[in-house]
């Protein structure tokens, strides 16, 4: 099922054809790809949450990095990576009426992680195979940190929040998906 979701995405652009080929021949060739154990590069998923409007995006204050950023996580297992898009956007942000803009991949990328310390263990360094969807959430809802991977939960204006992006490495992924949020916008397909 993965593997065909995967197949069947339309690249964005030149680094998503690349990279999409990366993640299907590691998935071939990996049978632990859904799980951290592959200490090499393992399964993601993540989440642009936006705004009815698509004019806000709602980012975590990530402990690790130090920066805000997108939220989602480590599919561990699971194979239908909206569902754990969801899920870890829920559980990350205490964000209750969230849906997906669309079931399918709104983006896709390989994620280079640097080494770091998680829960008193040392994870080297690694890649994340990530699958990413647009989410639309509602902005009144109660928001809540998770308080072992985050330290904030905001909304930004969109022309914003690479303002507020300390990972540089993140930038041109952030710019990615808010050009392909531009476009939706602009085609009034919301």
């Not at 099922?1 to 080929?21: A, F, G, S």
């Amino acid at each position: 099922m993965l593997l065909n979701i995967i197949k069947n995405y339309v690249p964005y652009n030149e680094q998503e054809v690349k990279d999409q080929q990366t993640i299907l021949r590691f998935i071939e060739q990996n049978s632990d790809v859904l799980y951290r154990t592959n200490e090499i590069a393992h399964i993601t998923s993540s989440a642009i949450v936006v705004n009815e409007s698509m004019t806000k995006v709602l980012f975590a204050f990530h402990n690790i990095y130090q920066s805000w950023s997108w939220v989602g996580g480590h599919n561990d297992g699971e194979e239908n990576c909206l569902h754990v898009a969801l899920s870890e956007t829920k559980e990350e942000t205490g964000i209750k009426n969230v849906r997906p803009w669309s079931d399918e991949i709104f983006m896709i990328d390989t994620v280079y992680v640097h080494n770091h310390i998680k829960k008193t263990n040392y994870v080297p360094d690694h890649l994340h195979l990530n699958i990413t969807y647009l989410l639309i959430a509602d902005e009144t809802d109660e928001l809540s940190i998770k308080q072992d991977e985050n330290s904030g939960v905001k909304w930004f204006d969109i022309p914003d929040v690479l303002n507020h992006v300390n990972e540089e490495r993140m930038w041109s992924i952030y710019q990615k998906a808010f050009n392909k949020i531009m476009q939706i916008r602009e085609k009034g397909a919301l």
